[in-house]
């Protein structure tokens, strides 16, 4: 069973399949969605399919340590201009019910104790880019 410190994976049934069916749904969900819709549709237009892919990857190296994944997911989001707490509550609220519904409770608090601390990251290093512009 692989291991994720403080994260006790036993019994949550996390594998690709799974992973994939979380990266779809979430996304169709995102992108119907008012909040974060257009926030992608500005960057992707229609080609989905790349991000897709890269997500099943990040997710994957994070959930399962398949070291599928190689990137800097905060760079992606230090650019996004109007993405403040709201977008995130909604991010976050989006992708729970999709774990939730793809796997069930212990499989959706594994990923959301993940998902969680990464978004915190994310809002603290995008509001230190806002108060200090010429860091940039
Ligand atoms: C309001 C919240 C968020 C918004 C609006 C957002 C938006 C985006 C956008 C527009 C991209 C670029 C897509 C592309 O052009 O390929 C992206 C990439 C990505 N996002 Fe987010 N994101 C949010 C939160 C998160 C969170 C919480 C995570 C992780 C738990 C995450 C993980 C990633 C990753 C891994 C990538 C791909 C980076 C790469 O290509 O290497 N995002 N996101």
Same mark, same amino acid.
């Given at each position: 069973?692989? !291991?994720?410190? $403080?994260?006790?994976? *036993?019994? #949550?049934?996390?594998?690709? @399949? =799974?992973?994939? +069916?979380?990266?779809?749904?979430?996304? +169709? =969900?995102?992108? &119907?969605?008012?909040?974060?819709?257009?926030?992608?549709?500005? %960057?992707?237009?229609?080609?989905?399919?790349?991000?897709?892919? &890269?997500?099943?990857?990040?997710?994957? *190296?994070?959930?399962? *340590? #398949?070291? %599928?994944? *190689? $990137? !800097?997911?905060?760079?992606? +989001?230090?650019?996004?201009?109007? @993405? $403040?707490?709201?977008?995130?509550?909604?991010?976050?609220?989006?992708?729970?019910?999709?774990?939730?519904?793809? /796997? /069930?409770?212990?499989?959706?608090?594994?990923?959301?104790?993940?998902?969680? %601390?990464?978004? &915190?990251?994310?809002? @603290?290093?995008?509001? $230190?880019?806002?108060?200090?512009?010429? %860091?940039?």
């Amino acid at each position: 069973m692989t !291991t994720i410190p $403080g994260i006790d994976l *036993s019994g #949550t049934g996390i594998d690709d @399949v =799974k992973i994939e +069916h979380l990266v779809r749904g979430f996304y +169709h =969900k995102v992108r &119907r969605d008012n909040r974060l819709g257009p926030i992608f549709e500005g %960057r992707r237009g229609e080609d989905w399919e790349p991000h897709l892919l &890269r997500m099943m990857d990040f997710w994957s *190296s994070l959930m399962l *340590s #398949t070291g %599928r994944y *190689s $990137g !800097t997911p905060l760079q992606m +989001h230090l650019g996004l201009g109007n @993405v $403040g707490p709201l977008e995130f509550e909604r991010w976050l609220e989006l992708f729970e019910e999709t774990a939730v519904s793809v /796997g /069930g409770g212990a499989f959706a608090s594994a990923f959301m104790n993940k998902a969680n %601390r990464i978004a &915190r990251s994310f809002q @603290v290093a995008m509001a $230190g880019i806002e108060l200090n512009p010429g %860091r940039r």
